[in-house]
C-alpha cells in the first residue's frame, strides 16, 4: 500500500488511465474528484465489501443489501430524498 500526503488541487495519477485530485478538506473529510475512463469501475469500499457479500450469497436483492447500508451513505451530496430505505425506488430485476 502507498501512503500519499496531498493537498486541495494536487493530484494522483494511477495508471496513467485514472486522476485524483483532492477536492477540498473540511475538518477529517476529504472531497475527492476521480476522473477516470467509462470502463473502470469506481466502488465505495463498503460498497464494495456488500458487493462481494452478495456475489457469495445468490438469490438476495438489492434491497436486502441496502437496507443494511447506513442511510447516510445512501445519500450523495445535496440529495435529501433517500431518507430511509424504504423510499428507495423499485430496483429492476
Not at 477529517?28 to 452478495?54: F, Q, T, Y
Amino acid at each position: 500500500m502507498l501512503v500519499l500526503s496531498r493537498k486541495p488541487g494536487e493530484q494522483i495519477i494511477i495508471g496513467g488511465r485514472v486522476t485524483v485530485t483532492i477536492n477540498r478538506l473540511h475538518g477529517n473529510r476529504v472531497s475527492l474528484a476521480i476522473d477516470a475512463p467509462a470502463d473502470v469501475k469506481i466502488l465505495r469500499g463498503e460498497l464494495r465489501r456488500m458487493e462481494l457479500d452478495e456475489s457469495s450469497e445468490p438469490g438476495r436483492s438489492a434491497r436486502q443489501v441496502l437496507s443494511r447500508l447506513p442511510t447516510h451513505l445512501l445519500r450523495l451530496p445535496g440529495d435529501e430524498m433517500a431518507d430511509t430505505v424504504s423510499s428507495l425506488p423499485t430496483l429492476p430485476r
